[in-house]
């Protein structure tokens, strides 16, 4: 397998999926670059992390009252940037030859959900 050059200034985390993923697949530049992302995503996960845990839980809001937060919503925002980033690199399941695309996966979903709805209707299920 085709390792590709490990990104400067990975965080311990990103590292290990660096190295998970680089070891176990091979990638094309596409996918290297969504893999690049993913673990400064990651990063930027753990560096919020952090900063929660050593900073207030609630701040004040602009007039005064408690409201949580600001990096909560934006660790939300990082995780599902995260799952977007892994998912768009379509790499195959244990088992499976070739990773499917997300619009491959919602296509096979909705084949499923008409094909056991057919079933039912003819009442075979």
Do not use: Y
């Amino acid at each position: 397998m085709g390792i590709s050059e490990t990104p400067d200034g990975l965080g311990e985390a990103s590292l290990s999926l660096w190295q998970e993923v680089q070891g176990t697949f091979e990638l094309g530049p596409g996918e290297t670059a969504l893999l690049v992302e993913a673990c400064r995503t990651v990063d930027e996960l753990e560096a919020m992390g952090l900063a929660l845990a050593a900073g207030p839980a609630l701040v004040q809001g602009s007039t005064g009252q408690p409201k949580a937060s600001p990096l909560f919503a934006e660790a939300r925002a990082h995780r599902l940037v995260l799952g977007k980033l892994l998912e768009q690199m379509a790499l195959p399941d244990e088992g499976e030859d070739v990773g499917r695309t997300p619009n491959q996966e919602r296509a096979s979903k909705a084949a499923n959900v008409r094909w056991d709805l057919e079933r039912r209707r003819r009442g075979t299920a």
